[in-house]
């Protein structure tokens, strides 16, 4: 064991002696002394360790308070006389009175001046009286922690900063007047600021050092945050100036009438308040004045700026200005998340613009949609054309659409809000064109067809892309749904396409946009399609085996369809009248009878029906020309119109058929065969018969002869329908047809979609039940409110429901 | 208690296989290694008995603090598991390891006694660094990134980065340094070959600097350099400075104990240097003149130990031989290292005469004994504080002038430590009898009380009362400590926050204490009781106060009485406590209390005495006419 350890400790030595006045005072003295040297800047041969040791020793006897009220005590006198003096010196007159009287210019000058003068003064007495404060607070470091801590008591830094800001800001300049020095700072510091909005240009860093002191000063000793004198005095003052200043600047510039420039003002404006926060004031109201620019500024004009007459953003949109849109967008978006009256113009000049497409594209069709139904004699232009004009609206769209894209990307920053406008707004135009389903679908009818020929794949998927935006518009799904389906079964018959992959694409991107049960019907088409690829190779192979070489071989390529996937109505005519079939040549009529035999061995229980109006024929045909030569060409036909041409193989040269003849011995539908008779023998360029009298229409008294002198430069030659083959936009008649069909589908669909939610539901108040309905089917379509009701009486009617209650009318489910 | 963040004991297991593996392997440090010695003995037996004073004793002297017995038991699962509080916290400050995840560690926490000594040892953990030598290393390294004051002497060049360094660092760190400063002290600028890549260079410098080894060494694409060629720069410059531990310290392994073994070591070495040259340049160049021809002493900024400044310390008037001159002690010394204390970082910062730069040394007084300046220099350059007894006192007081916690705190543990004389719980039993010879005091309490007071240092105000507490008998009847009652009081007086006087709390506390333990040794409830309200009636004057007190005292009682499992263990805790009373009964076959009264039994008489203590507490507050 240490035996120093035995040794009584020794008391400590310090402190225990009785505190002796005297010592107090000595150590006080030459304490003071020096702390006046500090103030004085004259402390550059003090000693630290000197000073330190005095105020140690006072505060290790005891006497650490009465040292702190001391030091307080001689801050005081020295703010209030020297530092007093020297500010006081600095305030002149001009700055005194002339409070508000910036209108005159040469007084405004001479006020900077004073200004300028003066705020140096603050500013180096400010800073002095800092560093003096720190190495005081250096000094007195030890009491600091000592007695500060005991007592409770603000540091002796703080305290002093409390001293300042009370003798040296809050009192009055002269005796006679309650102006305090820090009310002259503030409208000095405002003259400035006025100044500098009004384009000239000060000394921001003086003014910075200036707020800096009022940042350090603080209203309690405790110096929270906010009782900055910055925030509690100045702010307040400067924020309500500004106030003043934009509500009349925005008065004017809105009077100009600009909204160009209004636009390019604002923005500076909030740029350089910006600015001023981090250089001249502080940036603890960068936040505030923001919101004074946002409310006096931006709020109270913006909807009046955007709907100037002229310079607007209807204007802006006309003219693609997409900087001074982006400013506009900008500048609402801060003052008002929603943005409303930048909405609303961009709404309107949408729909406005869309409006314009629609009347674009029906221009061409001579009536309006109104009259349409009671001018029953319409004279129908070229089919062709209205089919471009539909082509031509979903350009027409998609451009417009590309051109918001555009704007919406690049002025409205991919806003949320603005999108879901812009969307809404092509959505309205779009489904009140009434034939934007049909025309939607012409559109991919054409692209797919010839459009994407030649096309990159990265390009056919864009255009698919775009189409698909377009019927992310639609409303009326199931409307396009009959409509692609009507043209993709004449595009997959005909073999019209112009890739396969691109239509497999397009069904899937229309899988993705709307939805499996959508598609389900084209792709089952698409597997027809397949599966008739395959039959027909299987036959051939079933042909080949049996080998019945019977007569001349025809090669048979088959679709086989299921009736309820395709829109077999709209492709065969017969949808009134009960029409017996065709009557196929002996040739054809076999090997039909073969097929039926073979499809029907594999699949029992079908019905096939055969589609004759649907097929196409290779017939190969020899011309006996008058020159005694015979030319041969093969001649690519529909399967009609090789029936007619068969025909003429029973008939001597020179012997004519009439068109009543043909039509008994044929069976061909009136229309059909008026049609293929036309293109047989009217159509300049494939005249493969004759006709007398050569006119264009066709009436049954008509003979046709074969034409031996056909002429053509290719060996093949395809003779086209004249019409109907063709997707097209349709007349009216057909277009009520389909919106007939359309209504009984829809009917079925809301009868079916009532039945599930019922049957789940068990009783239901109606209202409830209409708004499952239309949240169900509105991928679909958008039923109709009244058609609801009627179907749901009708179900009631059918008892597949029944009326529970009353008030509110409320429904059962009858299982 | 939640026991989700203690391993199981078969995971326990099979860490501790793991890392005897290592060990044995030599891939890691035994962090407890097996010690036999005599002294790590005594140790552990006093982290068993609680004797404060010998653990620091031991803990001066150098003992391992982190070795285990042949039981595997190190110091710190001893005093944990006898539940003596002020040792483990002892151990801890000290630098005794707690981690989490080792075996020894966790057998430290499922070994503590208490939920009091489980959570100290929990807030121990290293992730709170307890590396003792860390606070230098730190302040070292700083120093090459510190702006402000202007402290280094030297700029080293290698190919374009300059770094501003300190010679006395480089000195004490490099032997290459140590010689080219050697023979010229005064130069200010140095060159390394160019050849050195920068990202070596300054590897090798935070090196010196007691750094952390950098994470990246900065190369690969961008920076010009390969990570083979830093490397091999990093080789090269180590054998350029002749510090041949470098590349070790930089190759990680990835093995967080590993790295902090590593680690440790590198800093003890680095200190162990720094030490080395401070004992050799500083303290060897100190001077003694005489008081009134010390600031004529001119010593010039070119010096051959760097140094910038001179301390100056007077003797104290006591030592001063009567018919001599008064002598004083100057001390040259470096600003980088006295930057550790706040004062003379404000000093040096703040624009006075001392942080001016002249052609000779300023010479700064510091008011205290040359044998007190020389530990705070010491602890500044070296972080030792080891310094007896009887300096403490004036070391508090430096330390507290020149804002030096740690050592302020180190000085206090020193007082409550080596001064806490009998208070341990084998000795404390012995202060029973009446008739106990009265031991020398070792200490003015009262003097360390005050201390205390003066430079507020918690620890020693609690140390002083649990002083007073253990001898209150001694204590109670003088009119110092009433006097000392009466100024306790004054002082919350000006304080104004409670009403109650915090010293005579702070003794109840440890009254109470002092007599439950014993209390507890026994672990019989009900005679307790029974003691507990005799005395009532036998002292009817002890009053309603009295009667709180003992109706606390059973509260007390009770809940212990409940806790058997606690009283088994304190009972195996303290066979010395048993053994010193059975010697105290064959000594005096009549049991006494403090007023003479013959009591019925030890029980009987501690509880008496307990209560004519408590009862003359409230007579000197009487007295003194203050409420409490």
């Known amino acids: 064991m240490a035996m120093r350890a035995r040794q009584k400790i020794r008391a400590p030595r310090k402190g225990l002696a009785s505190s002796k006045g005297d010592d107090f005072e000595a150590n006080w003295q030459a304490l003071s002394g020096s702390l006046k040297r500090i103030h004085t800047k004259d402390a550059s041969d003090l000693s630290f360790e000197q000073l330190y040791r005095n105020a140690y020793n006072i505060i290790v006897t005891m006497r650490g308070h009465d040292l702190y009220e001391r030091v307080k005590q001689l801050e005081r006198e020295w703010l209030a006389t020297e530092v007093r003096s020297s500010v006081d010196a600095a305030i002149s007159p001009s700055l005194l009175f002339a409070q508000d009287a910036l209108d005159i210019q040469d007084q405004a000058n001479e006020r900077r001046a004073a200004g300028e003068r003066f705020l140096a003064v603050l500013r180096e007495t400010w800073e002095d009286h800092q560093l003096s404060m720190g190495m005081i607070t250096d000094v007195l470091m030890y009491m600091d922690r000592v007695v500060v801590a005991d007592h409770r008591k603000p540091s002796i830094y703080v305290a002093s900063m409390a001293l300042f800001r009370d003798i040296v800001l809050r009192s009055p300049v002269r005796p006679d007047t309650k102006t305090t020095v820090a009310d002259v700072l503030e409208s000095t510091v405002l003259f400035l600021v006025q100044l500098e909005r009004s384009g000239q240009i000060i000394e921001r860093p003086l003014i910075r050092h200036c707020i800096y002191m009022l940042e350090g000063l603080y209203e309690t000793i405790t110096e929270e945050e906010s009782s900055k004198l910055y925030l509690t005095s100045f702010e307040p003052a400067f924020l309500e100036a500004s106030k003043t200043f934009y509500q009349k600047e925005g008065q004017r510039l809105v009077e100009s009438a600009d909204a160009a420039t209004f636009c390019k003002v604002a923005m500076e404006r909030i740029t350089e308040e910006k600015e001023r926060c981090a250089s001249t004031l502080s940036t603890l109201s960068e936040p505030k004045i923001k919101e004074v620019l946002d409310n006096e500024l931006i709020k109270r004009n913006i909807a009046e700026v955007v709907n100037l007459e002229g310079t607007g953003v209807r204007n802006m949109l006309d003219q693609d200005r997409l900087d001074i849109l982006r400013s506009v967008y900008v500048l609402s978006s801060r003052v008002d998340n929603k943005k409303t009256p930048l909405t609303a113009v961009v709404q309107k000049c949408i729909v406005d613009m869309g409006q314009e497409i629609n009347t674009l594209a029906t221009a061409p069709a001579p009536a309006p949609e109104t009259t349409d139904k009671k001018a029953v004699k319409e004279k129908e232009k070229p089919m062709n054309q209205q089919t471009m004009s539909a082509i031509k609206w979903v350009d027409d769209i998609l451009a417009l659409k590309k051109k918001f894209d555009a704007i919406w990307v690049d002025s409205f920053m991919s806003d949320q809000v603005m999108q879901s406008a812009i969307t809404t707004s092509f959505s309205d135009f779009i489904n009140s064109n009434p034939r934007s389903s049909e025309h939607l679908s012409l559109f991919f009818d054409e692209n797919l067809k010839k459009g994407i020929k030649g096309k990159t794949d990265s390009e056919v998927d864009s255009l698919l892309d775009n189409g698909i935006t377009l019927l992310r518009y639609i409303k009326d799904k199931d409307l396009f749904e009959a409509y692609y389906k009507k043209h993709l079964s004449r595009r997959l018959l005909m073999k019209r396409s112009a890739s396969m992959d691109a239509e497999r694409q397009m069904i899937s991107k229309m899988k993705m946009e709307v939805g499996n049960q959508f598609t389900q019907r084209l792709e089952s088409m698409f597997k027809d399609m397949t599966i008739s690829e395959d039959l027909t190779s299987s036959y051939k192979d079933h042909i080949r085996k049996s080998a019945s070489h019977d007569g001349k071989p025809v090669d048979l390529e088959i679709n086989v369809l299921t009736s309820t996937m395709w829109p077999m109505e709209i492709m065969s005519n017969t949808r009134d009248e009960v029409q017996l079939s065709c009557v196929f040549p002996r040739e054809v009529e076999s090997v039909k009878q073969s097929f039926e035999q073979f499809y029907l061995s594999k699949h029992s229980g079908r019905k096939l029906s055969w589609q004759a109006s649907m097929g196409t024929a290779d017939i190969r045909a020899t011309f006996q020309r008058s020159n005694g030569k015979t030319a041969r060409h093969e001649l690519n036909v529909s399967t009609y119109a090789m029936v007619i041409l068969l025909l003429f193989n029973d008939v001597a040269p020179g012997e004519s058929l009439t068109f009543a003849e043909i039509q008994s011995r044929t069976r061909i539908p009136d229309h059909d065969l008026i049609r293929n008779l036309q293109s047989l023998a009217v159509a300049p360029k494939t005249r493969v018969l004759k006709k007398d009298p050569m006119s264009r229409e066709v009436k049954p008294t008509d003979r046709f002869f074969f034409n031996n002198d056909f002429q053509s430069p290719f060996t093949k030659v395809r003779i086209g329908v004249v019409s109907g083959s063709a997707n097209k936009v349709e007349n009216n008649d057909q277009r009520k047809e389909t919106e007939k069909k359309m209504n009984e589908e829809r009917g079925a669909s809301i009868e079916a979609a009532v039945v599930r939610i019922m049957k789940q539901r068990k009783t239901l108040v109606h209202s409830k039940l209409m708004s499952e309905v239309l949240g169900q089917l509105s991928s679909r379509f958008v039923p109709d409110v009244n058609m609801i009701k009627r179907r749901i009486e009708s179900l009631i009617d059918r008892e597949y429901l029944e009326r529970v209650g009353e008030d509110p009318p409320t429904y059962g489910y009858i299982a | ?628």
Request: overall charge negative; some cysteine; aromatic content about 6%.
């Open chain 2, 1 to 628: 208690m939640t026991e989700g963040n203690v391993l199981r004991k078969d995971q326990l297991e099979i860490s501790l296989v793991k890392e005897k593996k290592l060990i044995k392997e030599g891939n890691l440090k035994d962090d407890n290694p097996l010690d036999l010695s005599e002294p790590f003995a005594e140790l552990c037996s006093a982290c068993r008995k609680g004797d404060l004073k010998v653990c620091q004793e031991k803990i001066t002297e150098g003992v391992n603090i982190n070795a285990r017995d042949p039981y595997d038991y190190t110091p710190l699962i001893l005093a944990s598991l006898c539940g003596h509080y002020e040792v483990v916290r002892l151990l801890l400050e000290s630098g005794a390891l707690c981690e989490r995840d080792t075996f020894q560690g966790e057998r430290c926490l499922y070994n503590a006694l208490n939920d009091r000594i489980r959570n100290l040892l929990l807030e121990y953990d290293y992730s709170k660094s307890t590396d003792p030598l860390q606070p230098l290393a730190a302040h070292v390294a700083s120093l090459l990134t510190r702006e402000q004051p202007v402290t280094s002497d030297i700029v080293v060049t290698a190919a374009d980065e300059s770094l501003h360094l300190h010679k006395f660092i480089l000195a004490a760190r490099s032997p290459y340094f140590r010689n080219k400063l050697a023979t010229a002290p005064e130069s200010t600028s140095g060159n390394l070959p160019p050849t050195i890549p920068p990202q070596a260079f300054s590897v090798a410098i935070k090196y010196l600097y007691l750094g952390e080894a950098p994470r990246d060494l900065k190369s690969g694409p961008g920076t010009g350099f390969t990570e083979s060629e830093v490397f091999q720069g990093i080789d090269r410059v180590a054998r350029h400075l002749e510090i041949d531990t470098l590349l070790d310290s930089i190759i990680d392994s990835g093995d967080r104990r590993l790295a902090r073994q590593r680690r440790t070591a590198e800093i003890a070495k680095g200190r162990d240097q720094l030490e080395t040259w401070f004992r050799a340049n500083v303290l060897g160049n100190k001077r003694v003149v005489e008081t009134s021809k010390a600031s004529s002493e001119k010593w010039d900024r070119e010096n051959p130990i760097f140094a910038d400044i001179l301390l100056q310390a007077d003797e104290l008037p006591e030592d001063a031989e009567p018919g001599r001159e008064p002598t004083s002690t100057l001390f040259p010394c470096h600003r980088a290292m006295l930057l550790r204390s706040e004062f003379f970082n404000t000093m040096f910062t703040s624009m006075f005469r001392e942080a001016y730069v002249t052609d000779h040394l300023h010479i700064v007084n510091v008011d205290c004994s040359p044998e007190v300046l020389e530990i705070v220099l010491t602890f500044l350059y070296t972080e030792r504080a080891d310094f007896p007894l009887d300096v403490a006192v004036d070391v508090l007081f430096a330390s507290d002038m020149l804002f030096i916690e740690k050592l302020k705190t180190k000085a206090a543990v020193v007082i409550s430590t080596l001064g806490s004389g009998n208070l341990s719980q084998s000795e404390a039993a012995k202060t029973r009898g009446t008739h106990e010879e009265a031991e020398e005091e070792e200490l003015d309490i009262y003097g360390i009380i005050r201390a205390a007071w003066m430079t507020r240092v918690q620890r020693l105000e609690e140390f002083a009362a649990r002083y007073l507490a253990y001898r209150l008998e001694a204590h109670i009847d003088s009119p110092e400590f009433a006097e000392l009652i009466a100024e306790s009081a004054s002082r919350i007086q000006a304080r104004q926050e409670t009403d109650s006087i915090e010293l005579l709390d702070d003794i109840r506390f440890y009254l109470n204490e002092r007599f439950r333990l014993r209390f507890d040794d026994a672990g019989l409830g009900e005679m307790m009781r029974s003691a507990a309200q005799q005395p009532q009636a036998a002292h009817p004057a002890a009053g309603a106060d009295a009667d709180a007190d003992a109706d606390g005292t059973e509260k007390e009682i009770e809940k212990v009485a409940n806790g058997v499992d606690m009283i088994d263990l304190s009972r195996v805790a303290a066979p010395p406590a048993a053994a010193a009373s059975q010697h105290d009964r064959d000594h005096a076959p009549v049991i006494r209390t403090l007023d003479g009264e013959i009591a019925g039994d030890e029980f009987d008489k501690d509880a008496a005495n307990y209560q004519i203590l408590m009862a003359k507490l409230d007579a000197i507050l009487e007295e003194l006419n203050l409420e409490a």
